[in-house]
Structure formats: C-alpha cells, structure tokens
C-alpha cells in the first residue's frame, strides 16, 4: 500500500510540474520564468494544451492551418514556374499574333461568329467557381469547396459537349472520330487550365500564407484581417495566374495530344 500511494504521489507531482510548465509557455512565460513574445503560432503548437473550443464553421481555425515546411515551400515554387512559363509563351504569342488553334478548325477563315454561350456570355465564369471555392476554403465549410468543384465539372462537361457538337454539324453523329476529339481535346483542356494548375496554385498560396500569418506575434493584427487575408489574395489571384495557365495548357496540347489527333485524322482523310 505504502509502494502504490508513493507512486501516486510521485505521478501527482510530475503531472502538477508539467501543468505548470504548459501554463508558463502558454502565458508567453518560458520554465526559468523568462517572459518571450507569444506568436499565434504558439496556440497551434500547444494548443492541446489549452482548453478545447468548438471550431465555427464560418471561420477560419487556425489551429488547423499546416505549418510552413520544405515541402510547401517546393510546391509553391513549382506553380510559380507554371506561371512563369505560361507567362512567357503568352507574352511571345501577343508578339507574334499567334492564337492557339485545333487540327479540326476550319483553316479558310469560315469559322463562324455566333456567341460561344460557354465562352462568350457569363457563363464562362462558372468555369472559375472550384478557383473561388479554393481562395475561400479556410472560412467556408468544406461542403461548399466540394460544391464549387461541382459547379466547375458541370461547366466542363457542358462545354465540352459543346464543342464537340459544332465539329459534329457538318458530319452525321456525335461519335465521329472529328467531333469526338474535339469533346475531348475541350475536356483536357478545361480540366487542367480551370480545375488542376489553377487551383493547385491558389489552394497552396492560401495554405502557405494561413500558416505564415500564424507566426505573427499575438495580437499584432486583427483576427478578422488575418482570417481573411488569405482569402483574399487567393481571390486577387485568379485573374493573373488564369492567362497564363491557359497558355501553358495549349502549348502542352499543342505538343501531346493534339498533334495526335491531327496525326489520325489524316490518316482517315478528315484533313487535307
């Protein structure tokens, strides 16, 4: 008996020390008792050490944020080479007067002029919701980044669909090796200009400056700033890196599977 109440005894103290050593650093004391300045990244670091609040679905947590590592870091820099390289075949383009242009587009200047209701209306910026849910996912509820991704497929689909209609016109079926190529050329590129590089690059700028601003002394801005700072500029982002991306996606189709598809459509004598 006497051996158990020495251990609860020498448990209670080392459990009591430890309370007292988290409460020290979570006060912005350290253990000798010298004051050192309480960052925001403190409360994500100890924050199991603090009491436990429910998290609000309309704001940001930011305990939940990633801390800034090598790896966050890498991927930052690849969707800036991205748009570094994008950047620079469009400033060639413009100098050039080049526009990027399908294997089945008519090559006699006949194309028509008629309103694309995908590209030419509003309705083109449907294709950018999943880009908007992203610069808004640290104070949204997740369902709502999911929703935007959905509103940015079915935009897609429609608009591939589209695309490979109007191929479709002047030869009987949709299923014709022309038009067929044409859905899914439109789908490629949609899916990587509008969904993958796009929102990647947001998505990684939004976490990275969510994790930075956690290493700003306590106190040191509003939270209501800090909340949506994050969002914000990811929101500034869309209209620059957009261009660019999509230039980047052309000259990656231009080069994979367009140069494919011209390869087969001359080969059934769909092209002169």
Same mark, same amino acid.
């Given at each position: 008996?006497?051996?158990?109440? $020495?251990?609860?005894?020498? +448990? ?16 912005? @004391? ?21 009491? %436990? %609040? &429910?998290?609000?679905?309309? =704001? ?40 990027? /242009?399908?294997?089945? $587009? ?12 995908? %590209?030419?209306?509003?309705? &083109? ?11 808004? &996912? *640290? /104070?949204? *509820? ?9 509103? $940015? ?17 002047? !030869? ?11 859905? /899914?050329? +439109?789908?490629?590129? #949609? ?5 993958? =590089?796009?929102?990647?690059? !947001?998505?990684?700028?939004?976490? @990275? ?14 939270? #209501?700033?800090?909340?949506? =700072? ?27 599977? %367009? ?9 059934? &004598? =769909?092209?002169?």
């Amino acid at each position: 008996m006497k051996a158990v109440l $020495a251990a609860k005894l020498v +448990s209670s103290a080392f459990l009591g020390a430890l309370t007292r050593k988290h409460l020290f650093v979570h006060d912005g @004391f350290s253990p000798l008792g010298v004051q050192r300045v309480h960052t925001r990244r403190d409360t994500v670091r100890n924050d199991h050490y603090a009491p %436990r %609040r &429910r998290p609000s679905k309309m =704001f940001m947590v930011h305990e939940t944020l990633a801390e800034v590592t090598p790896a966050l870091l890498a991927q930052l820099a690849g969707c800036a080479v991205l748009v570094g390289t994008g950047k620079v075949f469009q400033q060639k383009e413009e100098e050039e007067g080049i526009e990027p /242009v399908a294997p089945w $587009a008519p090559k006699d200047g006949t194309e028509t002029k008629d309103i694309d209701l995908y %590209r030419d209306t509003a309705v &083109r910026y449907f294709g950018y919701a999943n880009e908007v849910g992203e610069a808004f &996912r *640290p /104070v949204v *509820p997740t369902i709502l980044v999911t929703f935007s991704y959905t509103v $940015a497929f079915v935009y897609i689909l429609a608009d591939s669909y589209s695309q490979g209609t109007k191929v479709a016109d002047p !030869i009987s079926g949709v299923w014709k090796k022309p038009s067929f190529l044409a859905g /899914v050329d +439109s789908l490629l590129f #949609q899916i990587m200009a509008s969904v993958i =590089f796009p929102s990647f690059a !947001i998505n990684r700028w939004v976490t @990275f400056l969510g994790a930075a601003l956690t290493y700003l002394p306590e106190g040191e801005l509003p939270v #209501q700033v800090l909340d949506y =700072f994050p969002t914000a500029t990811g929101l500034l982002l869309i209209p620059v890196i957009c261009g660019p991306l999509d230039i980047l996606t052309h000259r990656i189709l231009d080069n994979s599977f %367009r140069s494919v598809s011209e390869t087969i459509l001359r080969k059934e &004598r =769909f092209l002169e």
